[in-house]
């Protein structure tokens, strides 16, 4: 029944939704976050709220271009958990924060956010919709440039914008705090922010924040396939070594 | 008609149209296949009216702003002129319709991407500093990626080419494929989660 | 004293250096040698194999914001194409692809191929991977082309019925390549990326695994692909400007470093 040659990836997807399943299942019902290491990047948030608080510059925050489809939803996700850590905490200080949003479906999303933390202080100047990568780019070289903002955030599915961003934030002399899953633009978030996160710290770290035990739970059966598609690399790397050729056993 | 508004409903329609598309691809049964095809065709066809009810929003929310003469209307007042101006101009006279569209929109798109280069530059010379190990091996890298770019380096030095290719072939593989499994283990768990109904972000 | 001045203005000095070392070149061109990339000639002897009539999708998935790195080095290989007489199906998964495509068509020699025949533009695909997805189950998705005629009477049209028809797909994309290799890897046996060059790092691993054969590294990539063909086109033009400012880079990160150092170990002393 299933096609030639995808039996071994079929029963891999199998054994990789089932630990997903099981993992998600048994923290939520267990009811206690399991732990995970520190990042340095979310204590860096904390610290460039705080800077933003003193100086009385603003916060700007992008989550990139990146929608909720394909797979990029998973860092954009990531990167709305950490806006709304972001806005909490802006809110509890009394600091001005902008959300430069480039996807529509996500304003509405970042509208409630931002309802729910500012309450009263909120004002839909707040979030900025710019639509297209080339006006986001444009936009921000003359708004960095201006409002000189004390901390600049990129997490989320970020493309060329980074570069920008990026420097645009540096010029300004804001601290960043960059991250992204995207391969093609992690270079830039680690030459050119204070913080970086690469790829899967950025999914942990939203998990971090939000505290959601679904959210945990799906780091813990990541890292347990993680461990077993390394134990297969080892394995094929040695037998491999030894002669035998199990490339075929990946096509059966 | 509150059932509509229900939050099953948006999963019970990702759940069917999750497995029906995962399954079409394992499963050799010609019915899955046909599904997904008139599936797909779905998807096709909703993209495309979403794209007219883009349409109809972008006229009302700058109407909106130059009816209220808020600040910038100007701007959507440029908008609007644009967007006649090549709409009719696509079906009374196609030239003038390629003349705006290569000689006006596509230079000043050029030219916003222009600035990445202006930006790379000066942030190279901000962020290449060899502050410590980490810094050394990525500097060390992107100076020979810069160089297997430009033909000069390959013409009097042919080495800075193999080195790097090494770079390239080797310690970028292993790192590249790292970073799709991860990705690949994040938009697995994505699905699973919204499959379990955990995951709501979608949904607005 | 330099150092100083640079610290104190580098933003100024690095545009205004990098601005010079881009339009010299026009001015005052160099000529550098320019040595080959094996995946370039590998493009060229996969399309140069092809035999007259043979079928060929191309998709155009870019921006004209990066016309000078996609648009050129597709103009390089549909010359090809029709050079070849290769029978060709225009796509996209962008909605300033066909505008991007017609462009092409008009600035290039089509050697006397008759449209709807031997060539056509399709239009654009909304939906972007689920619209590849809908196009891979089914081609022949189009009623009428992307200037409005009915694709019904056109020969070209009844050359094709499934994806596994076509001989070659090109595509030309700025982003990543990850949804065009889960949609069409497998389906059609020679896949091509015309990719901007800075993405090429990370498409790496899809060459080694053969889903992608070969790929065109921006306008570098191009530049190969005029010397191939024997002609000095845009992308040559560009290459002297290339080497110039790409060596600005290997100056500046030395420059940075020196500059970092002596301040350090003068700190220390």
């Known amino acids: 029944m299933i096609k030639s040659g995808l039996h071994f990836s079929f029963v891999l997807l199998v054994i990789a939704i089932a630990l997903y399943i099981f993992f998600i299942k048994y923290t939520v019902k267990r009811g206690v976050p399991p732990k995970i290491r520190r990042i340095p990047g979310l204590d860096a948030i904390d610290e460039a709220i705080g800077r933003a608080v003193e100086t009385g510059r603003p916060i700007f925050y992008s989550t990139g271009v990146g929608g909720l489809s394909g797979d990029v939803m998973p860092q954009t996700l990531a990167g709305l958990s950490l806006l709304n850590y972001v806005a909490r905490k802006a809110a509890e200080y009394k600091a001005s924060l902008t959300y430069l949003a480039a996807v529509p479906a996500i304003v509405p999303i970042a509208e409630d956010m931002f309802k729910s933390a500012f309450r009263e202080n909120y004002k839909p100047e707040q979030i900025l919709y710019i639509p297209t990568q080339t006006a986001l780019m444009a936009t921000v070289m003359g708004l960095y440039e201006r409002e000189k903002p004390a901390a600049n955030f990129l997490l989320g599915a970020l493309y060329w914008e980074t570069i920008i961003l990026a420097e645009a934030g540096a010029r300004a002399g804001a601290i960043q705090v960059g991250g992204t899953g995207r391969l093609y633009q992690v270079p830039y978030v680690v030459s050119l922010c204070d913080y970086g996160l690469i790829a899967e710290e950025l999914l942990v770290a939203g998990a971090y924040v939000s505290k959601e035990l679904s959210q ?18 080892i394995l094929a790397f040695v037998l491999g070594g030894l002669g035998f050729d199990i490339s075929k056993i990946f096509r059966i | 008609m509150s059932w509509v508004r229900r939050r099953e409903i948006p999963l019970i329609i990702f759940a069917v149209t999750f497995l029906i598309s995962l399954l079409q691809y394992y499963l050799a049964v010609p019915f899955l296949s046909e599904v997904n095809t008139e599936m797909t065709n779905w998807v096709l066809i909703m993209s495309t009216f979403a794209l007219g009810t883009g349409l109809i929003a972008l006229c009302i929310y700058h109407g909106k702003i130059i009816m209220q003469k808020k600040s910038g209307y100007f701007v959507s007042i440029i908008l609007f002129i644009s967007m006649l101006m090549l709409f009719i101009s696509y079906y009374a006279a196609p030239s003038f319709a390629d003349y705006l569209y290569n000689e006006i929109y596509t230079p000043l798109s050029i030219a916003i991407i222009c600035f990445t280069a202006f930006y790379n530059y000066t942030a190279i010379y901000r962020a290449f500093r060899v502050r410590n190990i980490d810094a050394a091996v990525f500097a060390f890298a992107a100076v020979f990626l810069m160089m297997l770019y430009a033909p000069i380096f390959e013409v009097i030095l042919p080495q800075t080419a193999t080195v790097a290719n090494w770079i390239l072939d080797v310690p970028n593989m292993g790192a590249s494929r790292g970073v799709i499994i991860g990705v690949a283990l994040g938009t697995i768990a994505i699905a699973v989660r919204v499959l379990l109904g955990y995951e709501r972000a979608y949904t607005g | 004293m330099a150092l100083e001045i640079l610290s104190k203005y580098d933003r100024q000095i690095i545009f205004l250096v990098v601005l010079i070392l881009t339009f010299m070149p026009a001015f005052y061109p160099i000529g550098l040698p320019l040595p080959q990339y094996f995946l370039t ?211 500046l990160t030395i420059v940075a470093n020196y500059g970092y150092l002596k301040k350090k170990l003068g700190g220390r002393r």
């Open chain 1, 216 to 233: 945990l739970g799906s780091v813990i059966a990541s890292d347990i396939i993680r461990a077993i598609v390394i134990g297969l690399s």
């Open chain 3, 41 to 251: 000639n590998k493009v060229y002897d996969a399309i140069n194999s092809l035999k007259p009539g043979d079928l060929v999708l191309i998709s155009f998935d870019f921006a004209p914001g990066v016309w000078v790195e996609l648009g050129i080095a597709m103009k390089d290989i549909m010359q090809h194409l029709f050079i070849k007489r290769a029978r060709i199906v225009i796509i996209a998964f962008d909605p300033n692809g066909p505008a991007l495509a017609h462009r092409v068509l008009n600035e290039i020699d089509l050697k006397g191929a008759v449209y709807g025949k031997d060539y056509v533009v399709l239009g654009y695909i909304p939906g972007f991977e689920a619209g590849m997805a809908a196009f891979v189950s089914n081609p022949k998705m189009f009623t009428v082309d992307y200037y409005g005629n009915p694709t019904a009477d056109m020969p070209i049209m009844n050359a094709f019925n499934t994806i596994g028809d076509f001989k070659m797909y090109i595509f030309a994309c700025y982003t990543w390549v990850d949804p065009w290799m889960r949609q069409f890897s497998g389906k059609i046996d020679i896949i091509i990326g015309v990719l901007s060059a800075d993405i090429v790092p990370q498409v790496m691993p899809y060459i080694n695994t053969g889903q992608l054969y070969s790929l065109i590294r921006g306008s570098r990539g191009a530049a190969e692909y005029e010397q191939l063909l024997g002609i000095k086109g845009e992308a040559t033009a560009f290459m002297d400007a290339a080497s110039l400012t790409v060596s600005l880079g290997v100056i």
